[in-house]
């Protein structure tokens, strides 16, 4: 698949509705190896000047960028927007604080119950923002989440957005699978994804085929 950073600022629904306008549609990460893959490659484009700019408030005050995910329909049911595919609550990206914290918490919270967190994002940073913590006693210091990990945060969020496009594919259809010398055929080429100026090839095969043929 290919896949698009977009580094406007958008909330989750303007951010899905860019990405059906251009083709795609916002991420949907399958498993851990792709997770991984898609925060290597966000951290190669993506500054600390710049990720301050993707700020979720909800969601201790660090930078996260929008996925497909979301619990819009149904509160505590979680899917990819574009598939409809169902995301496991269990999943070891979601953020979690382990046991040399001062407090419990497992992602996503749903802003502890309030009902107001319905978006996935995936952190670039701690959370919470760690500047945030420096007025506690080390030991009270609180970090829930890690980079690359996976937090539920306030779809009116203006974050940066990544747009998944489906692999580029086409077929070609002839109205006879054979002829007869002095017959004709038609042929269509219908493509999915395919960047405009693409030179596509294909084989006929036959005896005594020629260029003067091909009309």
Do not use: M
Request: avoid cysteine; aromatic fraction near 10%; proline fraction near 5%.
């Amino acid at each position: 698949h290919k896949y698009e950073l977009i580094r406007a600022s958008a909330n989750w629904e303007t951010a899905r509705d860019q990405a059906k306008a251009k083709g795609g549609y916002l991420i949907e990460i399958e498993n851990k190896l792709e997770n991984e893959n898609l925060f290597d490659n966000l951290g190669k484009r993506i500054s600390f000047e710049f990720g301050r700019e993707s700020i979720a408030d909800d969601g201790g005050g660090s930078a996260y960028v929008w996925t497909g995910g979301n619990d819009i329909d149904v509160e505590g049911v979680w899917k990819w927007d574009s598939s409809g595919d169902s995301i496991d609550l269990n999943r070891p990206e979601w953020g979690f604080t382990d046991e040399n914290q001062p407090v419990d918490i497992k992602e996503p919270d749903d802003g502890s119950g309030e009902g107001t967190q319905d978006g996935l994002a995936i952190a670039l940073e701690t959370w919470p923002y760690p500047p945030t913590q420096d007025q506690f006693p080390p030991d009270q210091r609180l970090i829930i989440g890690s980079p690359g990990e996976w937090n539920d945060v306030n779809i009116t969020n203006k974050l940066y957005y990544v747009i998944e496009y489906e692999p580029p594919s086409y077929s070609v259809s002839t109205s006879s699978n054979s002829i007869n010398e002095g017959e004709s055929f038609g042929t269509n080429i219908s493509t999915t994804n395919v960047d405009q100026g693409t030179t596509l090839y294909w084989q006929l095969s036959g005896n005594n085929i020629t260029a003067n043929d091909l009309d």
